[in-house]
Structure formats: structure tokens, C-alpha cells
């Protein structure tokens, strides 16, 4: 498979970028820094820049034409500022779909968060990163023409992967190792039959082959 991941220098990016050129995929990554090309060719994926705050839709979809799947890993991070939620976390995320739909591409994947909600009230800078992650699962959520996987990782570490998760529709609040997320990424790619699914995701005791298996079934 071609898959393009956008936010390609992000640290579950970057891990997944590894582990599927390890498996024989061709991986791009979208980024905004020309700098950062050199860690993406480093774990084996091809660098495309390009600022999804600024491009267009047709610049976008130039990039995905031709992949069979896409990635939105991307995030403003942070002490970012209330406007980059908007601008990255929400605005780049419905323009990836845009792209995808344009370019044909129907299997569309996003890194979400737990509580995320495009309802939720507060003023804080963490309450409108959860408004902007909520509008975007809402946004990819409505097309029609995309084969959609939310996944909503809980709260994310460094720590080593175990390769043993909790991956259900509600799990609670927990820690969860940036390896196991990119793993249970990697793997819903390879799984067609989890499309449509809004899942959450912490460390749990079984191996993600297994627990993708069962979610794709139920």
C-alpha cells in the first residue's frame, strides 16, 4: 500500500512511518519544515512539504493521488495558542479529507483524543484543542465518500510499547505508550472492516493483532 500521513514528523508519525516501510509499505510524509525530511528518509519514508495551514485542496489531493490510504497525525502541539487548534487540529484535518475525497482515497485514518467534543465549553487552551479535535472527528465522520477510522488514544507515553492494549468504543482514561498507538494505527490499515469505528485505546493486556481482529468483528 501507498499510505500518506500528514503531521509526518510527529513522534506516533515518525513510529509509524517505521513500521509500515518495515512491513514493504511506501510511506510519505507530509511536513511542514524542509529541515525534518532527513528523520523522515531515516525511518523510511519519502518527505513531501507542504503547510496544511496555507495549502490548497488540489495541492493536497496532488499529494494523496494515487494512495490508498491517509493519515491525519498531525497536531499544533503544545502552548500553540487557541488559534492554531483551529487552524491545525481542526482546519488541516477537514482539508486532508477534502484532499482524500478529491484524490479518490477512501480509507481515512485520525488521531483523535479522549473527550474530544466540538461542544465542549471552557476557555482554556486545552478546552479548545478538545472543541477542534471533536469538530474534526465530526467533520471526517459525515463524508460519505471516505472509509473513516477515528482513534482516540489515552494519555500518551515514551515508555516502551508492550504490544498489549485495551481497544474498545469507551475504555476510560489511561496511559497508553506511543509505540502501541502507532502498532494499532499500522494495524487498522490492514483491517478494512474497522472503518466506521470511533475507538479509544489504552495499554491492556491484549496483543493489538488481536484486539483489532475482535473490534473489526463486533
Known amino acids: 500500500m501507498r499510505i500518506v500521513i500528514a503531521g509526518g514528523h510527529g513522534q506516533i508519525a515518525l513510529r509509524l512511518e517505521r513500521l509500515l516501510s518495515k512491513s514493504g509499505h511506501e510511506v510519505a510524509g507530509i511536513i511542514r519544515k524542509p529541515e525534518q525530511a532527513a528523520d ?38 503544545p502552548a500553540s495558542g487557541v488559534a ?11 482539508l486532508l479529507a477534502d484532499a482524500a475525497e478529491a484524490a479518490g482515497v477512501r480509507r481515512y485514518l485520525i488521531i483523535s483524543a479522549m473527550a474530544a467534543d466540538a461542544q465542549r465549553e471552557g476557555d482554556g487552551e486545552f478546552d479548545a484543542y478538545l472543541r477542534a479535535k471533536g469538530a474534526a ?22 515508555d516502551a510499547g508492550t504490544g498489549l492494549v485495551e481497544l474498545k468504543a469507551s475504555t476510560g482514561r489511561a496511559p497508553v505508550p506511543r509505540d502501541d498507538v502507532a502498532a494499532v494505527l499500522a494495524e487498522l490499515l490492514e483491517t478494512p472492516a474497522t472503518a466506521g469505528l470511533t475507538l479509544e485505546l489504552i495499554s491492556g493486556s491484549v496483543p493489538v493483532p488481536v484486539a483489532v481482529k475482535d473490534i473489526a468483528g463486533n
Open 40 to 77: 523522515l528518509r531515516a525511518v523510511g519514508a519519502e518527505p513531501v512539504v507542504l503547510d496544511l495551514e496555507s495549502a490548497s485542496v488540489d495541492a493536497v489531493a496532488d499529494v494523496l493521488r494515487g494512495a490508498d490510504a491517509a493519515v491525519f497525525a498531525a497536531g499544533a502541539g
Open 84 to 94: 492554531r487548534k483551529e487552524t491545525v487540529d481542526r482546519a488541516a484535518a477537514v
Open 137 to 158: 472527528d465530526d467533520a471526517v465522520r459525515s463524508r460519505s465518500g471516505l472509509d473513516w477510522t477515528v482513534l482516540r488514544p489515552g494519555i500518551l507515553t515514551n
